[in-house]
């Protein structure tokens, strides 16, 4: 298992000063989602989804994915997101509960602070 620690993640990200991070615990997957700046002052964010994943001799990996969103994408990019999830809401309700939240998601909006855990110790229990 990797030694990865989620307030040491300079292996992943040696580009930007990070200025805010929000990790987002979902099922086997965790989603981080960093605001950073540029030399020049510029803002973007890096969504990394985060997994574990056993290979074949039985050891576990780390595997990640990681795409760069621009301040100029920013509009577009929650614009498609937000009609992508609109569409799923109205073609199949039932996965939804009454606040909007994806039936199995916990509560909207748990703010417990649980989200600020090491990568490893979040795979522990999977």
Not at 7 to 21: I, P, T
Not at 62 to 69: A, E, P, S, Y
Not at 80 to 97: A, I, Q, S
Request: glycine share 10%; net charge negative; proline share 3%.
């Amino acid at each position: 298992m990797s030694n990865f620690d989620y307030n040491d993640r300079s292996e992943m990200d040696s580009m930007g000063d990070e200025l805010y991070s929000v990790p987002v615990k979902a099922g086997k997957r965790i989603y981080y989602f960093d605001v950073k700046a540029t030399r020049g002052g510029d803002y973007y964010v890096t969504i990394t989804e985060s997994r574990k994943k056993q290979m074949r001799d039985g050891s576990f990996t780390i595997d990640k994915h990681k795409i760069h969103l621009y301040k100029e994408d920013f509009q577009k990019f929650g614009d498609g997101f937000k009609e992508v999830v609109d569409y799923v809401k109205r073609e199949r309700p039932e996965l939804f509960n009454p606040d909007g939240s994806a039936i199995g998601s916990g509560p909207a909006n748990a703010s417990d602070g649980a989200g600020s855990i090491s990568e490893d110790d979040f795979f522990k229990g999977l």
